[in-house]
């Protein structure tokens, strides 16, 4: 279905303004994939060069080194994981696995880079779905961290 894409980010993140032409733009540059129940979606290490935007299923982000695989995240439809490493060009500090079959769109560095040439403004809007996601995180996490939950 033609514009896909763009409709699960503006339903899921917010995504406004989107002319015809993001549109395209947005279905040329994500990809689909699909996780096996038990799948690793990425490893801790690897490199961060994707964005997974969960479409459907359920994912667990962990540590494997501590507590035997301590999960520190659930990620669900509507949420995306793997944002971090993306952006900052670092490896992955965590590991991800689908906990059942799951669903993603997928955002690979290069074509994201690339728009931000041909596109600022469209790249600038997913930036800013992406920053209030790890604000949101953070606010969660210092919550945890001090007993405010």
């Known amino acids: 279905m033609a514009g896909e894409i763009a409709e699960y980010l503006k339903t899921h993140f917010g995504l406004q303004n989107i002319s015809g032409d993001d549109v395209k733009t947005i279905e040329s540059i994500f990809s689909e994939q699909g996780f096996e129940k038990d799948e690793i979606i990425f490893r801790e290490g690897e490199p961060g060069d994707r964005m997974f935007f969960i479409r459907e299923g359920l994912v667990k982000v962990y540590l494997r080194e501590i507590e035997k695989g301590k999960t520190i995240a659930l990620i669900k439809k509507g949420e995306l994981v793997g944002e971090l490493s993306f952006f900052d060009n670092g490896p992955h500090s965590a590991e991800a696995m ?41 606010r969660g996490t210092t919550r945890k961290m001090y007993g405010i939950y």
Do not use: H, Q
């Not at 690979?108 to 920053?131: C, H, Q, S, Y």
């Open 98 to 138: 689908a906990l059942t079959k799951t669903d993603a769109y997928v955002l690979n560095l290069d074509r994201f880079n690339g728009m931000k040439k041909t596109n600022p403004g469209l790249a600038l809007e997913i930036t800013d779905i992406v920053l209030k996601v790890v604000s949101a995180r953070l």
